[in-house]
């Protein structure tokens, strides 16, 4: 389900790029856009759910159904308010939240009245979203992973039927996919409630200020607003920074991110929504075994992904941007500006899926401060590296500098992921096991033959340019394929079997 959502993700980004390519009017959707997602991030795939989880699966292990389904209204009841005052605030903020956000649009009043604009449009989707991801924990507890993993497709849907059937009724044709986004929350929030109907927990909202389990999960979830988020917030120190570089940075490095979006999300996003309620349940039966177990179950199963997306995404920048976004509005000079981003960008995958297997380990027991900790620290590095290496860079009139800003961000990830595997084994929570010294060598040298094919057959650039998207296609297709082959090939030569990764115990 959640591979459905992603490709459909592809297919609306493809239309995005073709329809408005890659320029101010975008810069300015993307910047709208992606302040009500930092809130989903955190939301949906973050705070929210680790706070929210391992209280719920507690509630479901040890007390009654009754007490279970108080906790389900209360929690929606608190959650309603909450946003809904958020939301109000954020519309009527939206001029000062764009300054904040994107101050290199100063200089451009026209960009910065559009992104105004906008925001005010797609606010209300956070509202719509993080309900929802409190109906996708509800379900997720209960292991029905298909339909919250599945829900995603109905956001690409709606900015897909907005690109190609709104915008040109539009005097502004870019503001459809603002009025795509706002739609897509509430059928979002619909598509679910039926799931929850059918195993009895359609939440009626209610607000109780001292309820016991609703301040349990503010209490795990306050801290966790920050740990589950970095990697969101280095992208938003990206995007303020990329609104005083040359037009199109801020689109640059979302297409880039995007493609990078799609193995962490399938991998990394999944295996972290998987693990958490089974790292909840092994904590809450006191079972240290199983639980380190789990973790170790997850960071084979992510490095082993991992390692070869990211080869593949570095390997594959340029004919995979060319592929699928140079039509039309997308130019050449975008599709090499895009590739730049992403090849640098995909270093950080790793890191980026590393904490999302990580950080369950925390947060199924009901440690939150420890990532936060972390965080703050992965954010200074991120800093850190601005100062080093982007300033410079900038002040020099360095080539594609908004591909530094994604460097920092992939450096910061590593730094993240670390830190947090150095916590679990000196806590004594994660005791890695004994074959990964052989496994570690034997995946490098699957990557390291797969690198050789794809360095071997790969087209020159210039080449794809002149074919058409068939073309394109099938050449592309066939490399992603034979790089597939070699890398099981040469791992199953090497002794590794599926069931070394796929075997929890």
Sequence with gaps: MTLLSRLAGFVRDMIIAITFGATGTTDAFFVAFRIPNLLRRMFAEGAFAQAFVPVFTEYRK????????????HVTGTLLLFLSVITIVGILAAPLLIWLFAPGFGNDPDKQALATWMLRITFPYALFISLTALAGGMLNSFGKFAVPAFTPVFLNLCMIAA??????????????????????????????????????????????????GVKRIIKLMLP????????????????????????????????????VELPLALFGIT????????????????????FSRTLDWGLRLGIAIALPAMLGLMLLSTPIIATLLQYQAFTDHETKMVA??????????????LVKILAPGFYARQDTATPVRIGITAIGANIALYAILVVPWILLDGPAPHAALAFCAAISSFVNAGLLFRTLKKLGVYRPGKEWASI???IGLGCGAMAAVLIALTPDAAQWEGWSALRRGGVLAGLIGVAVV???ASLWALGIRPRKFLAQD
Excluded: C
Aim: proline share 6%.
């Design 62 to 73: 040890k007390r009654s159904a009754e007490e279970m389904k108080d906790l389900a209204d």
């Design 163 to 212: 690109a190609l059937w709104l915008a040109p009724l539009l005097d502004q044709p870019v503001t459809a996919l603002a009025w795509g986004v706002f739609a897509a929350g509430i059928v979002q929030l619909s598509f679910q409630l039926p799931a929850l109907w059918k195993i009895g927990l359609l939440p009626r909202p209610r607000f109780q200020r001292a309820h016991d």
């Design 224 to 259: 966790a607003l920050f740990g589950s988020s970095v990697a969101q917030l280095n992208m938003l120190l990206n995007t303020i920074l990329a609104s005083f570089l040359a037009s199109g940075s801020i689109s640059w490095l979302y297409f880039s991110d995007r493609f």
């Design 271 to 290: 295996l972290s929504t998987v693990i958490l309620p089974k790292l909840s349940a092994e904590h809450a039966t006191a079972d240290p075994e199983a």
């Design 340 to 353: 730049i981003a992403l090849a640098v960008y995909s270093i950080g995958l790793p890191g980026f899926v």
């Design 440 to 442: 570690l060598v034997k």
């Design 486 to 488: 070699s890398y099981l």
